[in-house]
Nanobody
Framework: VQLQASGGGLVQGGSSLRLSCAAS????????MGWFRQAPGKEREFVAA????????DYATSVKGRFTISRDNARNMLYLQMSMVKPEDTAVYLC???????????????????WGQGTLVTVSS
């Protein structure tokens, strides 16, 4: 699975932003997808994940109620709708994919095998 994230930028605190991730995979393959973020000097952290059908989602506590993950399998796209953003949301956001549902047990980077490059989100106060 090849992944390409986009949509980052500089936004003001309290505003909204939508990130996108274009995926390319073998026809007929199914995979979960997720978003992670990494701030300067910090470890990569889980943000949100979604299964193939979109019926199962999970969010980090820090973004629950503010961010929404979704996907459009017909367009091979993953989205992260970010609302009420805060300066602490500033990070490089990366999309990831995996053919398993390991992330349901533990949503950490090791649960995902495929990674795209990141897109930088900067939130001003």
């Amino acid at each position: 699975v090849q992944l390409q994230a986009s949509g980052g930028g500089l936004v003001q605190g309290g505003s909204s932003l939508r990130l996108s991730c274009a995926a390319s995979a073998r026809p007929g393959s199914t995979y979960s997808m997720g978003w992670f973020r990494q701030a300067p000097g910090k470890e990569r952290e889980f943000v949100a994940a979604i299964d193939w059908n979109g019926s199962v989602t999970d969010y980090a506590t820090s973004v629950k109620g503010r961010f929404t993950i979704s996907r459009d399998n017909a367009r091979n796209m993953l989205y992260l709708q970010m609302s009420m953003v805060k300066p602490e949301d500033t990070a490089v956001y990366l999309c990831a994919a995996d053919r398993s549902l390991r992330w349901i047990v533990e949503a950490d980077p090791d649960a995902f095998s495929y990674w795209g490059q990141g897109t930088l989100v900067t939130v001003s106060s």
